[in-house]
C-alpha cells in the first residue's frame, strides 16, 4: 500500500479476506484503499466489514465516521467517532475528526476544543493548523460569553 501500486495491494488484501475471513485487518485496509481513491460505498462497506469481524476496530469507526458526516449524517458520525474512542481512547485522529464534527457542524464549540486540544496532547508535535483552530475557538467561545 505505500508504494501506491493499489491494485496490487487490493487484489493482494481480496485474497487475504477470502482466505481468513476471520481477520479485520485485510477489510480495514481495503477500506483505507478504497477512501482514498474516492469509492466512499466500496470503502464504507469494508469499514463495516471489519467491524463486524472484529467490532474493536477504532480505524474503521473514525473512517465510517468521516463517511457519514460527508454524507451529512452528523448524528451517525458523532456515534461512530465515539465508538472509535471508547475503544482507544488514545486515538488522537478520531479525537480531531469529532474535534471538527462538534465545531463545524454542530457548533458545540467547548467539545470541540476539548478534543482538539486532547488530538494535540496525544501528537508527537503539534499541528500547527490545529493550533490556530484552537485560538480561534477559544476567541470564539469568550466573544459568545
Do not use: C
Not at 487490493?10 to 469509492?39: H, M, Q
Not at 457519514?68 to 478520531?94: T, V
Not at 486532547?118 to 476567541?139: A, G, N
Amino acid at each position: 500500500m505505500r508504494n501506491g501500486d493499489n491494485e496490487q495491494a487490493k487484489a493482494v488484501l481480496l485474497d487475504l479476506s477470502k482466505t481468513y475471513p476471520e481477520l479485520s485487518g485485510p477489510y480495514t485496509n481495503l477500506g483505507l484503499i478504497y477512501f482514498r481513491e474516492g469509492k466512499i460505498d466500496e470503502a464504507e462497506a469494508s469499514f463495516l466489514q471489519a467491524i463486524k469481524v472484529n467490532p474493536k476496530s477504532a480505524v474503521s469507526y473514525n473512517h465510517l465516521g468521516i463517511i457519514s458526516r460527508g454524507k451529512g449524517k452528523f448524528q451517525e458520525a458523532k456515534a461512530h467517532y465515539q465508538q472509535a474512542l471508547k475503544i482507544n481512547d488514545d486515538y488522537a485522529y478520531a479525537h480531531l475528526n469529532i474535534g471538527i464534527l462538534y465545531d463545524l457542524y454542530l457548533g458545540e464549540l467547548d467539545k470541540a476544543l476539548d478534543h482538539y486540544n486532547r488530538f494535540q496532547s496525544l501528537s508527537p508535535e503539534k499541528d500547527p493548523e490545529v493550533e490556530k483552530w484552537i485560538v480561534d475557538l477559544e476567541r470564539r467561545i469568550k466573544t459568545s460569553n
